[in-house]
């Protein structure tokens, strides 16, 4: 059974920093690049972290670049976002995806809520 498992989410005072942890089990985790999401409430979900298989490249959505910081485990199955200096726009709802393009399979987390207030 596949299932990818997000951790970490929580309340944090704008300036803070955060660790996401999203779990994999059921498939062959190394062979995936991973891929971390967001939605804020009225909003599109955001590509906004992506991190290929083996660690050879990582990418950035201009919002989150200089601040958040795609990595992964293989041997643990799990891709991490740690997240520094945050500010309440990054409140939104987080979500994690493998994506393996030969043959194509794409897996989502159910997603775990960052919430940035004082």
């Known amino acids: 059974q596949v299932q990818l498992v997000e951790s970490g989410g929580d309340l944090v005072q704008p300036g803070g920093s955060l660790r996401l942890s999203c779990s994999a089990s059921?498939?062959?985790?190394?062979?995936?690049?991973m891929h971390w999401y967001r939605q804020a409430p009225g909003k599109e979900r955001e590509l906004i972290a992506f991190?290929?298989?083996?660690?050879?490249?990582?990418n950035y959505a201009d919002s989150v670049k200089g601040r958040f910081t795609i990595s992964r485990d293989d041997a643990k199955s799990t891709a991490y976002l740690q997240m520094n200096m945050l500010k309440p726009e990054d409140t939104a709802v987080y979500y994690c995806r493998a994506e393996k393009a030969v043959p194509y399979q794409s897996y989502w987390g159910q997603g775990i809520q960052v919430t940035v207030s004082s």
């Open positions: 059921g498939f062959t985790f190394s062979s995936y690049a």
């Open positions: 991190i290929s298989s083996m660690s050879i490249s990582t």
